[in-house]
């Protein structure tokens, strides 16, 4: 399972990117207006940041003709751009025009399987399931995730699970056991994949630390 920062600020992708944790990029029209006003400009410093890996924008417009205008826009950002179209019959029209044009494309707000094979029969690159919402309209999450790894992988598919929505470092790997291929988090769940277990893996190193300068030995 590849890992994406869900984040635009460049200081915590950089601080991922140091750590070998940076696989990819997403971005919503949230994560955006609190980095600048122009989504383009946005994706355009990302993507020149970070050349070799995919990149995600994502259209605000709600109907087909205009998420494909917009669509167009935000793939000339840079040479690995995935642009994201929401879970809707008209954005699955905007899907189906997309690729015949050559453009990746990622279904975003997808809660339900059915909602996930659909995405996969239009030809859709990535479907990106809201995992962590999913208990709000009466559906557990993680099975639904499984449920939609399953009959995209069974069917033959190459439509990719890109789980979104991550608020806790456990999902992470509950993510990862339903099946998805991706999965993108916000930088605080890095930090607070440490933060939890900071007190005892400290105990462990200051021990460590102590026995050694104790023993008066070297490197």
Not at 40 to 66: M, R, W, Y
Not at 181 to 205: G, M, Q, R, S, W
């Amino acid at each position: 399972m590849r890992l994406f920062a869900d984040t635009a600020n460049m200081e915590e992708l950089k601080k991922m990117d140091a750590m070998g944790l940076l696989e990819g990029i997403t971005t919503n029209p949230t994560i955006v207006s609190q980095a600048g006003k122009s989504l383009t400009d946005t994706l355009k410093k990302l993507s020149l940041e970070f050349p070799d890996i995919e990149v995600f924008g994502q259209v605000v417009a709600k109907d087909t003709a205009a998420m494909v205008e917009e669509a167009r826009k935000i793939n000339q950002a840079g040479a690995h751009i995935v642009v994201k179209i929401p879970c809707t019959p008209q954005g699955l029209a905007a899907v189906k025009i997309l690729v015949k044009e050559g453009i990746h494309v990622c279904v975003t707000a997808v809660l339900t399987a059915a909602e996930a094979y659909l995405c996969a029969v239009a030809g859709a690159d990535y479907v990106a399931p809201y995992t962590g919402q999913n208990d709000l309209i009466g559906f557990k999450g993680t099975d639904s995730l499984a449920d939609m790894c399953e009959v995209i992988q069974s069917a033959g598919y190459q439509t990719q699970i890109l789980a979104a929505s991550v608020e806790k470092p456990q999902e992470m790997i509950d993510y990862a056991l339903a099946g998805a291929d991706v999965i993108t988090v916000p930088y605080h769940v890095i930090e607070d994949t440490f933060a939890y277990t900071k007190p005892l893996t400290d105990l462990y190193v200051d021990r460590f630390f102590g026995d050694w300068s104790k023993g008066g030995c070297e490197i």
